[in-house]
C-alpha cells in the first residue's frame, strides 16, 4: 500500500529555517505529484505547495511564496519543503499528500489527493 512518512519538524523561532521530508513507498515515486498542506488548531486544511512528477512545475500558496521551496529526489522517493524566515503563523501540522490518478499538473485542493501522511509538527516561536 502506499505510505508517505513526513519528518523534519520541530519548534523553531521567528525567523528560523526547518527542512521538511516526505518519504513515499509503495508506489513509482516519480509517477506522481505531491503536495504539502498545514493545518492549525481550530483552522482549516490550507495548501502550501506542489509539485509535478518530473519537479518542474512547482506551485506555491501566496503565504509561502519567496520564503518556502518545494523539491522532490525522485531517486530517493523523497519531496521536501525547505522553509526559511519563519513566523509564528506558520504554526500548524504539515502533511504530505500525492494523488491517485498520474495527472501532470499538481491540484491545489486537498480534494485532488488521495494519500496522505500523518503529519509533522512545526511550531514557530516569537
Known amino acids: 500500500q502506499v505510505q508517505l512518512v513526513e519528518s523534519g519538524g520541530g519548534l523553531v523561532q521567528a525567523g528560523g529555517s526547518l527542512r521538511l521530508s516526505c518519504a513515499v513507498s509503495?508506489?513509482?515515486?516519480?509517477?506522481?505529484?505531491m503536495a504539502w498542506f498545514r493545518q492549525a488548531p481550530g483552522k482549516e486544511r490550507e495548501f502550501v505547495a506542489a509539485?509535478?512528477?518530473?519537479?518542474?512545475?512547482?506551485l506555491y500558496a501566496d503565504s509561502a511564496k519567496g520564503r518556502f521551496t518545494i523539491s522532490r529526489d525522485n531517486a530517493k522517493n523523497t519531496m521536501y519543503l525547505q522553509m526559511n524566515s519563519l513566523k509564528p503563523e506558520d504554526t500548524a501540522v504539515y502533511s504530505c499528500a500525492t494523488p491517485r490518478g498520474t495527472k501532470y499538473f499538481p491540484p491545489r485542493t486537498a480534494g485532488g489527493y488521495d494519500y496522505w501522511g500523518q503529519g509533522t509538527q512545526v511550531t514557530v516561536s516569537s
Open positions: 509539485i509535478s512528477k518530473s519537479g518542474d512545475v512547482t
Open positions: 509503495g508506489r513509482t515515486f516519480s509517477m506522481y505529484a
